[in-house]
């Protein structure tokens, strides 16, 4: 399989996941949510506003908007830091803990539709 193909094959997960999401009942994230997200519950903690502006190189308000989002869905809570109170600490909820499960399963299942017809074409 070529370096091209297997480029193909991951957009095309990430078009049917993101149409899956779109398409289910509920709120979908915007790129940027869905960015700090998988920040937060991918990547080890503790994190804070500062830290993901400047993992994901946005600014501190763009953080803080899309915290303000994932806050809303109870996809993720904003804490004052109790060791330095001029930190804020984001935390990771159990409803963002199923809502990953969620795309998770959603991304297998996008990349058994993809993978089909990729070995139907090499068969042939």
Do not use: C, W
């Amino acid at each position: 399989m070529s370096v091209q193909t297997n480029a193909d094959q991951l957009i095309g997960i990430l078009r049917d996941t993101t149409v899956s999401l779109v398409r289910r009942d509920g709120p979908d994230l915007s790129a940027r949510q869905l960015g700090v997200f998988l920040t937060v519950y991918l990547n080890a903690g503790p994190h804070t506003v500062r830290g993901l502006a400047q993992d994901l190189n946005v600014s501190k308000p763009a953080i803080t908007r899309a915290l303000d989002r994932l806050g809303e869905l109870e996809l993720a809570r904003r804490k004052v830091d109790p060791m330095d109170r001029r930190s804020v600490l984001v935390q990771r909820t159990l409803k963002g803990a199923v809502f990953l499960r969620e795309l998770r399963q959603t991304m297998s299942e996008a990349d058994g539709i993809i993978a089909a017809p990729a070995l139907q074409e090499e068969f042939a």
